[in-house]
């Protein structure tokens, strides 16, 4: 075996990807990053944002599970981009083959729409594992939607145990007693009864520490476009 004493093991600094809407969380560290919610959540048009704001300045591979790449374009073409610098695959199922040809691509980012849907139940545990292996051993980002349900994560404990940061939508009606966050809506034209979605990092296992900023994503009424909005840090509940 080849046992190293810690102080022979080489220092290594995360990496930080910046200048995307994610930095309102202090940016992504390397990892393997899911972000979760139920359906109509706005996980899709989250990632679709992140992908536009990375391709500004380096090329992205997109792989999509549960949609056609012309029809993803198609909802896409809004945002205002570097195209040339996006690489888009459709994927039904992920297996150790296609993770290694992952593994041997040139894009750092790696952005899976949905990673829930391509990994067989059966095998989550170890398709999940090789697939943070291109984190841990090709240094890449992998940038995931997770599709929530009654029982949990859909791919199981599999999946769920090998995700290291995690972002979670919620999707809920605003209402009287959300009194701090309508008056911290309020500036985005949000009226009691309006249905809000919400950002949060719900645990960073890489930096250790959990950011508590609340934000909204909101669709700019001007261009039509998904923003981020930072809210503040106040601990509330939402699904009352």
């Not at 940061?165 to 949000?190: A, D, R």
Request: aromatic share 10%; charged share 30%.
């Amino acid at each position: 075996m080849n046992v190293k004493r810690l102080k022979e093991v080489k220092d290594y600094e995360i990496p930080i990807l910046e200048a995307t809407v994610f930095d309102l969380f202090g940016g992504l560290p390397q990892a393997f990053i899911g972000i979760s919610g139920e359906a109509g959540a706005g996980k899709s048009q989250t990632l679709m944002r992140l992908i536009s704001d990375i391709a500004k300045k380096e090329p992205v591979l997109v792989i999509l599970t549960e949609q056609s790449p012309h029809r993803w374009k198609a909802i896409f073409r809004k945002y205002d981009t570097n195209h040339e610098n996006i690489s888009v695959v459709f994927r039904s199922y992920v297996d150790s083959e296609f993770i290694r040809e992952i593994g041997q691509r040139a894009e750092r980012i790696i952005v899976m729409d949905s990673i829930s849907g391509a990994v067989p139940e059966t095998k989550a545990r170890q398709v999940a594992k090789e697939l943070r292996g291109l984190v841990e051993w090709k240094n890449k980002w992998l940038i995931g939607s997770l599709q929530v349900r009654k029982e949990g994560i859909a791919g199981g404990e599999g999946v769920e145990h090998m995700i290291e940061v995690e972002y979670e939508i919620t999707y809920f009606q605003l209402k009287p007693q959300n009194k701090w966050l309508y008056e911290k809506l309020k500036p985005y034209g949000y009226e009691i009864g309006d249905y809000v979605r919400l950002i949060r990092n719900t645990f960073d296992k890489i930096r250790g520490v959990q950011n508590t900023n609340l934000v909204v994503i909101d669709i700019d009424k001007d261009t039509g476009l998904l923003e981020f909005r930072e809210l503040g840090k106040k601990e509330i509940q939402v699904s009352e």
